[in-house]
């Protein structure tokens, strides 16, 4: 490659996604990355990086998979695309359809297809709506999500999102999204609150936001079962049943997001299988098809499908519903998280391992505290160890410049205001997680004197 070059076309013409335009500009155009294997991306320059972040959350099985190139291959050749708008599906998308509610189980019994989280999570505002109409209730538009929340970047996602930067961008919310506090004990617990207490109040702050707003207009309950772009907020045990309970009293429907908590990454299959939880709809996307081609589910309750199926057309689709080529991928992604027992394996392997791992750097001076679930981690950097005390006036910033250290390094992770959060392969191996934890405590200690300036 002309690295140069690409950089050159990159500054004149290409506005990459989430990025200061400004600073492409001054950067001289952004990194390019031009292959890919197991674990490990490389630059244009030839420089390899472990991918602490399996790509962003989604290549579970890793790069360099040929057989999902080869399912690719075979069904462009046999059907490329067809929609599934005309009383027509297709041999993958159908297939897809039935793997997936076989491993959400339960009464998940129906899946519609779209390309993108964030379109899935459209499927999900519209559906929940039409189905309280359709139910006689058409006051039930309001969903309540929580402040932190990711659920993607359309209009709904986000409005149900709970990102004020982005609300800022685009005058949103939409009306109808009710936000309340998030379950993330380290910066909103309060002193010497206990676990349960802070469950307790976390789930009161839904339930009275529920009887402001009036329970018989509320719609639905929307969360990610760990909040991943919001920092790998893991809520402490307890706060879902009690949000669960919630709803079921007030006869709300409850929607898990899995988008990044779905296909293993919290040794499950899905984040709420974990917590035990019964919801009336997930989204999924990303590990879906291990990002190989883009799409997204959205799984359905059958109480749910009864009611539309009384309702005539759902006047709901994208071009790309049940992408025939994207399905088989994604069915061929399955088959590999099947046969390489990747569930399992975070589960019982991996995913302690990283937990086992991590407790290394909870000795670190600038460590306030380390987390995971199965393979999502996070590292909260703190001024005085073990504390939540950030650095003053410096709040928000110590993740980016750890993070540039750790790419630095030849590791890729994630700064979100002061974690470091990661999210690798599902194949990642123990040698590879060490060098993960061992390069971010070197970063810590290159941008300690900096932070502490
Ligand atoms: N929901 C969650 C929980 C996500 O993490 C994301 C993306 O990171 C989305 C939705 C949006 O997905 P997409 O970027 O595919 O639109």
Known sequence: YDIPELRRLDVAHHLPAQTDYGLQQRNGGSKIITRADGCTIWDGEGKPYLDGMAGLWCVAVGYGREELAKAAYEQMLELPYYNTFFKTATPPAVKLAAKIAELAGGNLSHVFFNSSGSEANDTVFRMVRHYWTLKGQPQRSIFISRWNAYHGTGVAGVSLGGMKAMHAQGGLPIPGVEHVMQPYKMNEGLPGESDADFCARAAQAIEDRILEVGPENVAAFIGEPVQGAGGV?????????????????????????????????????????????????????????????????????????????????????????????????????????????????????????????????????????????????????????????????????????????????????????????????????????????????????????????
Not at 347 to 372: E, N
Not at 385 to 410: L, Q, S, W, Y
């Open 233 to 453: 907020i893991i809520p402490p045990e307890g706060y879902w049943q009690k949000v669960e309970a919630i709803c079921r009293k007030y006869g709300i429907l409850l929607v898990c997001d899995e988008v990044i908590t779905g296909f293993g990454r919290t040794g499950n299959w899905f984040g709420f299988q974990h917590y035990g939880l019964k919801p009336d709809m997930i989204a999924m996307a990303k590990g879906l098809s291990s990002g190989y081609l883009p799409i997204s589910a959205v799984a359905v309750s059958s109480e749910i499908v009864e009611v539309l199926r009384a309702g005539g057309d759902f006047v709901h689709g994208f071009t790309y519903s049940g992408h025939p080529t994207a399905c088989a991928v994604a069915l061929a992604n399955i088959a590999i998280f099947e046969r390489e027992h990747l569930v399992e394996r975070t589960r019982d392997d991996t995913g302690p391992y990283l937990a086992k791992a991590l407790q290394r750097l909870a000795d670190h001076p600038l460590v306030g505290q380390v987390r995971s679930l199965g393979l999502l981690g996070a590292v909260e950097i703190v001024s005085k160890r073990g504390t939540n005390e950030r650095f003053g006036g410096k709040e928000g910033t110590a993740g980016p410049m750890v993070r540039d250290a750790c790419i630095e390094r030849g590791l890729m992770v994630r700064g979100i205001r002061d974690t470091i959060v990661m999210c690798p392969p599902l194949i990642i191996t123990h040698e590879e997680i060490d060098r993960i934890v061992s390069i971010i405590g070197a970063a810590l200690d290159a941008c300690e004197p900096e932070l502490r300036k």
